[in-house]
C-alpha cells in the first residue's frame, strides 16, 4: 500500500455543519480536506464520518493522522 499525498502539514480546524461529510484520504484533493474524487484510479478512498451536531473540529490534511478524519499531531513529526 502506498502513502497519501501531504496536502498540508497542519490541520484545517473549522466549525461543520451536523450531516455526513467525506474526507480526503489520497491528499490529492483540490478541495481540501474535503473529497473531490481526485482519488479516482487510486487505491484510495473518502473517509465518511458524520455530525450529530455542529461542531468545531481540526481535521488532518497530511494524511498520517491514526484518527481519521481527525488530526492526531502526526504533522509534527514529519
Same mark, same amino acid.
Given at each position: 500500500?502506498?502513502?497519501? +499525498?501531504?496536502?498540508?502539514?497542519?490541520? &484545517?480546524?473549522? @466549525?461543520l455543519?451536523?450531516? /455526513? !461529510?467525506?474526507w480526503?484520504a #489520497?491528499?490529492?484533493?483540490?478541495?481540501?480536506? *474535503?473529497c473531490?474524487?481526485? !482519488?479516482?484510479?487510486? @487505491? *484510495?478512498e473518502p473517509? @465518511? *464520518? &458524520? +455530525? @450529530?451536531a455542529r461542531k468545531?473540529?481540526? +481535521?488532518?490534511? #497530511?494524511?498520517r /493522522?491514526? /484518527?481519521?478524519?481527525f488530526c492526531d499531531?502526526?504533522h509534527?513529526g +514529519?
Amino acid at each position: 500500500m502506498s502513502l497519501p +499525498l501531504i496536502a498540508s502539514n497542519k490541520p &484545517t480546524v473549522l @466549525e461543520l455543519d451536523a450531516g /455526513t !461529510h467525506y474526507w480526503c484520504a #489520497c491528499g490529492r484533493s483540490s478541495n481540501q480536506p *474535503f473529497c473531490d474524487g481526485s !482519488h479516482a484510479g487510486t @487505491e *484510495f478512498e473518502p473517509r @465518511e *464520518f &458524520t +455530525l @450529530e451536531a455542529r461542531k468545531r473540529v481540526a +481535521l488532518c490534511n #497530511c494524511k498520517r /493522522t491514526g /484518527t481519521p478524519p481527525f488530526c492526531d499531531g502526526s504533522h509534527k513529526g +514529519l
